[in-house]
């Protein structure tokens, strides 16, 4: 008797224990998804509500005219241009990113080649530099090769990989038995037949997480649009936002309505490679 009620009291503790922690879950997400339910619920209320009822997430007199008025753009461009740039930068420098650093982390974790450590070691390096430090000569540089007024400057740096994401593949990388590579040597593979056939399909979450982390990074890219974008067709939507906000001060339902459609891509992407996402990011957890 004594035992079940033992068993009994342990039970109810686990179970308030559960309650408790799914209660402040919730509470603790709330807090955070706050700002962008209020810039959602905002885009939906009259100029004249939004910060007199900014308490309120409901709009009181609901309204889809920003979204009309915010989607026409300015300077004879729609946001429709805006969005499509931002898909081509950021779809391009995701293909980009994921490719090189695929290749580059197999080298580095796979292949034995004179020198090894010393370009592990550089890349290590890179990761500590600040991008404010590479700010100037990038431009300085991208100026003198032409491609300031391009997309180039935003792109094609995604197609020499990065030291984040190479070191995130080759933690994947390590975690697959070199058995399977001399197996497939053994079959006739060369290098890069065990790359092809036998890496690449068992690292795609660290891949995707690459692709997904570097779309966001490219989508919300504010500082190479202003830096590298002069002409207003080509304008991101990270750029084209603050530039609708100073075209049209007044108008802050607009504004957030569009802010509110900007992250429609993002959201689409997460919860699409969500799975995958979070067993890349995991699993590098577990391996550090």
């Not at 590479?134 to 032409?146: C, E, K, Q, S, T």
């Not at 997480?209 to 490219?218: E, I, N, R, W």
């Not at 202003?226 to 207003?232: G, I």
Request: proline share 4%.
């Amino acid at each position: 008797m004594a035992i079940n009620n033992i068993a009994h009291s342990v039970s109810a503790q686990k179970r308030i224990s559960t309650v408790v922690y799914h209660v402040l879950m919730v509470l603790a997400s709330f807090a955070m998804l706050y700002p962008v339910l209020w810039l959602i619920a905002s885009s939906f209320k009259p100029n004249g509500d939004i910060f007199s009822t900014a308490t309120s997430l409901i709009p009181q007199n609901f309204t889809l005219e920003h979204y009309v008025t915010g989607w026409k753009g300015f300077g004879g461009y729609s946001f429709g241009n805006f969005f499509s740039n931002s898909l081509f930068v950021a779809i391009l420098s995701s293909v980009g990113m994921v490719f090189s650093s695929a290749v580059v982390a197999f080298g580095l974790a796979r292949v034995k080649f004179k020198g090894r450590n010393f370009w592990f070691v550089l890349m290590i390096i890179t990761m500590m530099l600040p991008g404010q430090v590479m700010m100037i000569p990038r431009f300085v540089l991208y100026n003198a090769m032409g491609w300031v007024g391009t997309y180039a400057p935003m792109i094609v740096p995604n197609f020499f990989a990065s030291g984040f994401n190479i070191f995130l593949i080759m933690q994947f990388i390590r975690g697959i038995p070199r058995d399977m590579d001399e197996a497939a040597k053994i079959d006739g593979c060369s290098w890069y037949g065990v790359f092809a056939r036998i890496i690449l399909p068992m690292i795609v979450p660290s891949l995707v997480t690459v692709g997904v982390l570097t779309f966001m990074a490219s989508w919300e890219d504010f500082m190479g649009a202003l830096l590298y974008l002069n002409k207003p067709a080509m304008y991101t939507v990270a750029y084209a936002l603050k530039m609708f906000n100073d075209s049209s001060m007044s108008d802050y339902g607009a504004t957030f309505a569009m802010s509110a459609l900007s992250l429609v891509p993002i959201m689409i992407i997460f919860f699409f490679f969500q799975k995958n996402l979070v067993e890349g990011i995991s699993i590098q957890g577990l391996k550090g």
